[in-house]
């Protein structure tokens, strides 16, 4: 296979796996909302700003892989790439992960009121007694 075309399909899968962490990075962003509520003032924030950064991104691995010249073939690739993820992993980890995390976060809520209210009982009974020990 000629050398030239075996370069551009190393770049091209480049762009692939460019799309594959943006997607990655982006349900983390998405993860995160599910597990801690936000307003529609900070969502707005955070996509802006994991934007920049993702155009950022982008330019880095274009200038790295390709002296900075943007290629149809390479963000077709990092559109497939981010599709592909989306479509087979993206769409179940971002439910179950954040299902899990919230699972976990209740079980820990619930064993620190646990936790405190034996320690409430405890501190009552201690008071009990010492007023049963005053009266002696």
């Not at 330019?59 to 690739?77: C, K, M, P, Q, Y």
Request: aromatic residues 10%.
């Amino acid at each position: 296979m000629n050398q030239d075309i075996v370069n551009e399909c190393i770049v091209l899968m480049e762009g692939v796996k460019s799309g594959v962490i943006l997607s990655i990075c982006y349900d983390i962003l998405r993860t995160i909302r599910r597990i801690i509520k936000h307003n529609e003032l900070f969502i707005a924030i955070e996509d802006l700003v994991f934007f920049v950064l993702a155009g950022l991104y982008i330019f880095a691995t274009l200038f790295e892989n390709n002296n900075g010249i943007v290629r149809t073939f390479i963000i077709i690739g990092m559109i497939v790439g981010a599709y592909l993820f989306n479509s087979i992993i993206g769409k179940y980890l971002v439910k179950y992960i954040s299902h899990f995390i919230n699972m976990i976060l209740k079980n820990i809520k619930k064993s620190i009121k646990m936790s405190l209210k034996l320690k409430r009982k405890g501190d009552l009974y201690e008071k009990q007694k010492d007023k049963e020990r005053q009266k002696i």
